[in-house]
């Protein structure tokens, strides 16, 4: 595909992934597509490119004689990230939030305390490099680059659990942490405590100390959910 047909590609996935996920086309709805085609102004074959997509998402079905199809909310892979991303740019946006940052709280403990039995000396070293980076952002309205050392350091600890299903989980907490930014569900400067707990969990992961990594990222996880009490009621 060239830069243009991606970018074309890109805009109408975008374009319908979010229409379809913020209810404008509800479940049961037919997408046809010519319609589309005519709309977005592109080939009928940019359109169908789009549709596997949103299939593969299980987003929509294509039927014979009937046209593509809104599946039901229940049936959507809601762990896809790009689903992830359109559901909170839209108005369910608090919902999603805490439903995501709960998931968080149940897996994140674990895998810190994991992490402290399994980690290699590398990830420890780049565990330490990420929260002090995230330190070193953490004033003077540095979310962008607090952003990067923060989703770099929540997917070291995914990793370094030793546990793939957790590992897989990147992506998911990535686009939490990413949405809550982008959308100005954060402080304009991280709260100190915060920034301070992941130091330490850094610390408790490169000692061992899997009692403290879990109880320290179960702060974390808190902390987060107290904040989304504030900034998306």
């Known amino acids: 595909m060239s830069t243009e047909g991606h970018g074309l590609?890109?805009?109408v996935l975008d374009s319908l992934g979010l229409a379809i996920t913020a209810g404008e086309y509800p479940p049961g709805s037919v997408l046809r597509t010519d319609e589309l085609a005519q709309?977005?102004?592109v080939s009928r074959t940019v359109v169908r490119e789009v549709v596997r997509v949103l299939e593969s998402m299980h987003l929509v079905e294509s039927r014979r004689r009937v046209g593509v199809t809104v599946r039901p909310t229940e049936q959507w892979n809601v762990y896809d990230p790009r689903v992830i991303r359109w559901r909170l740019a839209g108005a369910d946006r608090p919902r999603q939030l805490r439903s995501l940052t709960v998931l968080r709280s149940a897996v994140e403990p674990v895998a810190a305390g994991l992490a402290a039995r399994n980690a290699t000396p590398e990830q420890c070293a780049t565990l330490t490099e990420c929260a002090l980076g995230m330190v070193a952002?953490?004033?003077?309205?540095q979310l962008e680059g607090y952003l990067e050392h923060d989703?770099?350091?929540?997917?070291?600890?995914l990793n370094a659990s030793g546990n793939e299903m957790f590992a897989r989980l990147g992506d998911v907490v990535a686009e939490v942490l990413a949405g809550r930014t982008?959308?100005?569900?954060?402080f304009e400067d991280p709260d100190p405590a915060a920034v301070?707990?992941?130091?330490?969990?850094?610390?408790?992961?490169?000692?061992?100390?899997?009692e403290s990594a879990e109880r320290l990222t179960r702060e974390i996880a808190i902390g987060a959910l107290q904040e989304l009490d504030v900034l998306a009621p």
């Open 151 to 157: 989703i770099a350091f929540h997917r070291i600890v």
């Open 196 to 210: 301070t707990l992941h130091v330490k969990v850094a610390e408790a992961v490169r000692e061992g100390d899997a």
């Open 9 to 11: 590609h890109t805009r």
């Open 137 to 141: 952002t953490s004033r003077g309205h």
């Open 39 to 41: 709309r977005f102004d």
């Open 182 to 186: 982008h959308h100005h569900v954060m």
